[in-house]
């Protein structure tokens, strides 16, 4: 891999390297702590919640004007109805004005000695360091946690950890840094301590310490566009002429992938989470993403259950037209979609054929119609008049078949999912995780304090979910 200058927009990861290894990473969209899981995985062999691990490098904010504004608004602070006007439009100035120049900051060098902020991209909050909070677990370390809009906290100094960088180089990619929360005095640091709730989860604290950080690209601030496909994007394949998304659920106690009968007849009025995909571009850094070009290879995560496109021998006997056409003679072996729980296997990497005349180098536009080609196979997705719940009255799930045969007209549009719909699918599935456990410990009586505080947390922002939907609905 060639050596490149860490840049402002940038997306990357943080590897712990010392007493305890591994990518810094959340709890989900509930809780706010950030943890590292050593067991999940390292650099040459990703953690299978990647998104968990992705930050992307943010210029300076200020917050002076926020900071006077959150404190004259204090319930217990008596401040002016004008003054506070005035306080919160500074404030609101000072937002957008931030947003502008970190827009404006993009694409320029990281150089040892600056300062930086870290947004994480699941949850869009900050990595912030509260030197006025203890660490939960090791009290002598200061509490490093999410924030929703960053305050001065969220300010790290980039600093070289070995002797051959000094203050003013470039920070290339691969580096390994020292992160110094500019008002702590301490660096970040992956501690041993172990969290009581959350077995396998190492806490992250700011503290002297000699942790090391190694700096992975996972996206370059070039390839970080709306109008492209890239890895870790979010989408729904639907069918063109089936009028049909590609969906994943389970069907008699087995998860199977088919295309869903709907009433929805346009591939922008889907609303099922069960028909979402993560897309990963393969490439020779596990850690890498960036953006999808025609030639490169594919992987496809379910993005409820985290399980991967794949293909199978079908060995059903039942007859299909389409499928006799397409077979290609009458002993070669015919496929189905499936999926598999590891994204490692060659049988989940795919091709995206174009429906028009590109280069093969040219980047995919985000609302292509692609077909697909199952690389190890070497054979094409196509629909077929097989309905898996074929005992039912009203069959809805018919199954996606593969032959050698490619058909025009087995096509699929990518439809881009908004970003703010899978922070929501995030947090109810995170939501219900939590709420779930904490069911479980009531009636172990093993509630801990820190666990009815995530637990309140979730029940409070479940309350917000619900009457925002219900608005929508209504």
Known sequence: ???????????????????????????????????????????????????????????????????????????????????????????????????????????????????????????NKFLTVNKRLPALLEKNAMRVNLDQSGNEGSWFFVLPYY????????????DKVTLMPVNAGHPLH?????????????????????????????????????????????????????????????????????????????????????????????????????AGRWNSLYRFKHLATGQYLACEIDTDPIVDSNRLKLQGGKDVPVFQLNSVPYGHDIFSIFELDPTTIIKGDELVPRSSYVRLRHLRTNTWCHATDIPLDRISDNPMMHKVGLARVRED???????????????????????????????TQVKNGALTANGRKTDHESMRHSQYFHKALTVLLS
């Open 1 to 123: 891999m060639s050596a490149s200058i860490l840049n402002i927009g940038d997306v990357i990861s943080l590897y712990a390297e010392g007493q305890v290894s591994g990518f810094i990473s959340t709890l989900g969209l509930v809780d706010d702590r950030t943890v590292i899981r050593p067991d999940d995985g390292d650099y040459q062999n990703p953690p299978r919640k990647f998104r968990d691990c992705l930050f992307k490098i943010c210029a300076m904010h200020r917050y002076t004007a926020q900071k006077q504004f959150k404190k004259a608004a204090k319930p217990t602070t008596i401040t002016d109805a004008v003054l506070l006007k005035k306080l919160q439009h500074a404030a609101d100035l000072e937002k957008r004005q931030n947003e502008e120049e970190a827009e404006n900051m993009v694409g320029q060098e990281v150089t040892y000695g600056s300062i930086i902020q870290l947004l994480h991209l699941k949850s």
């Open 163 to 174: 002797k051959l960088r000094s203050n003013g180089d470039n920070v290339i990619v691969g």
């Open 190 to 290: 992956a501690s041993g301590m172990e969290l009581t709730d959350n077995l396998g989860c190492m806490e992250v604290n700011c503290v002297s310490c000699d942790t090391s950080w190694k700096i992975s690209l996972f996206m370059d601030f070039s390839e970080n566009r709306d109008d492209i496909l890239k890895g870790g994007d979010v989408v729904r394949l639907f069918h063109a002429e089936q009028e049909k998304f590609l969906t994943c659920d389970d069907y008699k106690g087995k998860s199977v992938v088919f295309l869903r009968s709907t009433g929805r007849t346009t591939k922008t009025a889907a609303t099922s989470s069960k028909a979402l995909w993560e897309v990963e571009v393969v490439a020779t850094d596990p850690c890498r993403g960036g």
């Open 409 to 439: 007209k087995e096509a699929f549009a990518i439809v881009s999912v908004p970003t703010a719909e899978v922070r929501d699918l995030d947090f109810a599935n995170d939501a219900c995780l939590v709420l779930k456990e904490a069911v």
